[in-house]
């Protein structure tokens, strides 16, 4: 049921995006001309390509994330199962633990600098 | 059988069109907004108060060229303004507009799904909303494109961090997943005027989750990913007509999204304003309507203060923008959760 | 019934997309989509919770990750490099053995599945209890796991960082971006 109710879902906002993109391809003006098909380079002819070396720092940035993203999703679980759970005080230690590590995990990040963007 | 399939199409539709029928009196309040915070009046020429031109616009939206660049990867190129769109649209999946009603014989919940893991998955899925633009910048080729793409991606995936803290945090003190329980632990009164909310329990969280929407959804002083005095207008810059409406719909259904989920974590979600109980007792009709009135007037007062803020402040370095994120907000969100955890079980004990 | 088949029918068509695409980003679309139809089946499943980690870690960061690098670096000029080697089909011949050798245990054994029941949404409580009580160690020492990827992540990053600025500077090439 709810799965159901999800994919009507999904399929109804797939069909709308669908037909808006739809509607303009067959309403809109047909008119074309060469320049208008270039890459805008903000009215330059263009210069190099556009895939070239970018900052390290956004792929960084990105695994990161993943690993935190991991750390507090690991806590999500937590937070639901303490409410129910018999033994606080050893779920607490655990609690304490994990975030003891993670913190130990971000200053490292902090300190080696690696997420620092003025240079 | 046919009932249950009825019920579906009916909240689907319902729960489409509310925010997609919102949408042009959002983009009007917020350049009338605009208008009236830079001393000038803004569109006011079509209709009364200019109220329909924004119909207007998506009239032209659909008659204008469809700008398809030979350099653009098409297959991607068309794609990713649908997957924003479609990616934007699916938290609203398990947002409930009012309380559960008994209605025809049975309890009917007014969200497209019913699922008591409601706020998780409306979090994980808008954590989604980064491949639209990362798709949009590489399929344009266009360094303004991808430029905007990578910032955009690399500012979105650090707010979603200090985000996080402050749902966990959220979900740690209600101790449920389940918005309709959220919104009954957030529903009493203190000293009888009160409201019980969230944002009172939790304001740091509050905050954090606040400035997450804003970077979230690319909205000012966020956003990196088009500024426009530097990238021209990042990763939609190769886009035109509807692909480029279909960016611009997607990214504030998102900012209505990611309010909505703040609303039901701090602010009561759909509980009934102050002053309207006696109104509410009246009817469980009269009380679901009142509900939804209640959610409506909360996600406005919301859009006014993202319309406020964008003219109020300043878009932010991108050294600025990372060092926020990560050396400010996220040891923030940490340390809420480490003293509201230890809080609450020190006094328990 | 015929919901499932569709979903599982998608994931493996996915799945082979990963492995079959000529182009890199093809590929790497591919796996978000494997990825996506595996949470689907989660939800479809009854297990909303799953999916929503399914969807948060393996679609929203661990995808995201791979287009990054796709992007980041531009791997569209290699292909999926396709020369034949011993090693190659030795191993493929060893997976394939050691899947089916599972596959045969599974049915041969009537070895108990999870059943989909006891993941339901109503008792996921259950395997919380579980996850912070008897496995409540391997869950602390995933943080210690994590914790070494981190600094991993960092020692290489910014090892590969000097390489590439004494590189910049030797050649003096292109400006940094």
């Known amino acids: 049921m709810e799965f159901a109710s999800f994919v009507v879902f999904f399929v ?54 993943l690993l935190f993203d991991v750390e507090i999703v690991f806590l999500l679980p937590w937070a639901l199962a303490y409410k129910d759970t018999t033994n606080q005080a050893f779920m607490i230690a655990g ?25 | 059988m046919l009932e249950a399939a009825i019920e579906i199409l009916l909240k689907t539709v319902v729960i489409l069109a509310l925010p997609l029928g919102a949408l042009p009196l959002i983009i009007h309040v917020e350049r009338r907004g605009a208008a009236f915070m830079q001393k000038r ?36 190129y068309t794609a990713a303004p649908m997957v924003a769109l479609i990616v934007a649209l699916l938290p609203l999946a398990c947002i409930p507009v009012a309380g559960p009603i008994e209605a025809f014989g049975r309890t009917i919940y007014p969200e497209v799904f019913r699922s008591d893991m409601g706020i998780f998955f409306a979090f994980a899925v808008s954590a989604l909303g980064s491949y639209g633009i990362l798709l949009a910048g590489w399929a344009s080729n266009n360094k303004y494109s991808m430029l905007g793409a990578l910032r955009a991606c690399a500012q979105m995936v650090s707010y979603e961090l200090s985000l996080s803290t402050s749902v966990v945090a959220m979900i740690f003190l209600f101790g449920t997943n389940d918005i309709h329980v959220m919104v009954q632990a957030q529903s009493g009164y203190w000293l009888g005027f009160i409201p019980q909310w969230g944002v009172f329990y939790q304001p740091i969280a509050a905050m954090l989750f606040l400035v997450g929407i804003f970077a979230e959804s690319n909205r000012l002083p966020f956003d990196l990913a088009e500024g426009e005095s530097e990238i021209v207008a990042g990763y939609h810059l190769e886009y035109s007509s ?37 109104l509410a007792s009246k009817s469980p009709y009269l009380l679901m309507l009142l509900q939804v009135v209640s959610l409506i007037i909360k996600i406005a007062c919301m859009i006014w203060f993202f319309v406020w803020v964008r003219w109020t402040l300043p878009r932010f370095r991108y050294d600025q923008l990372m060092n926020l994120g990560w050396e400010r907000l996220l040891p923030l969100g940490i340390a809420n959760l480490i003293v509201t955890v230890l809080f609450v079980y020190f006094r328990n004990q | 019934m015929a919901v499932d088949i569709m979903l599982t029918i998608l994931t493996v068509v996915f799945a082979l997309m990963v492995v079959f695409s000529k182009k890199t980003v093809v590929a790497a679309f591919s796996l978000l989509m494997t990825l ?7 939800f479809q499943l009854g297990t909303v919770f799953i999916s929503a980690v399914q969807v948060l870690i393996n679609a929203g960061a661990i995808a995201i990750l791979f287009v990054f690098v796709m992007m980041l670096i531009n791997l569209e000029q290699f292909t999926n490099n396709r020369e034949k080697s011993k090693w190659k089909l030795i191993v493929s011949t060893v997976t394939i053995l050691v899947l089916l050798g599972v596959f045969a245990l599974v049915i041969n054994n009537n070895i108990e599945t999870l059943s989909v029941m006891n993941l339901a949404d109503n008792s996921m409580k259950t395997l919380f209890a579980k996850l912070f009580d008897v496995y409540y160690l391997p869950f602390e020492m995933a943080t210690v796991l994590l914790l070494a990827a981190i600094v991993a992540c960092i020692v290489i990053t910014s090892h590969e960082k000097h390489e590439v600025a004494e590189e910049l500077a030797a050649a003096k090439s292109e400006d940094k971006v």
């Open chain 2, 41 to 76: 009046l803004g569109p006011n020429r079509v209709g009364p108060f200019g109220l329909l031109q924004p119909l207007a616009d998506v009239a032209k939206f659909m008659f204008k060229e469809e700008v398809h660049p030979t350099h653009v990867r098409p297959f991607f």
């Open chain 2, 242 to 278: 509807m692909k480029f409406a279909l960016f611009f719909m997607a990214e504030y259904i998102h900012m209505i999204a990611l309010s909505a989920l703040f609303i039901i974590l701090f602010f009561g979600g759909y509980g009934i304003l102050p002053g309207m109980e006696g």
């Open chain 1, 12 to 65: 109804i906002a797939c069909t709308l995006s669908a037909v808006l993109l739809g509607i303009s391809s067959l309403l809109g003006q047909k008119r074309k001309s060469v320049r208008e098909m270039d890459i805008y380079e903000s009215g330059v002819n263009p210069v190099g390509s556009a895939t070239r070396q970018y900052d390290i720092k956004f792929f960084v940035t990105a695994i990161l994330f």
């Open chain 1, 95 to 119: 609690f304490v633990f994990f975030m003891v590590i993670l913190l130990v995990g971000y200053i490292f990040v902090i300190n080696s600098k690696a997420l620092k963007w003025e240079e």
């Open chain 3, 36 to 42: 996506l139809m595996i949470a689907m089946i989660y």
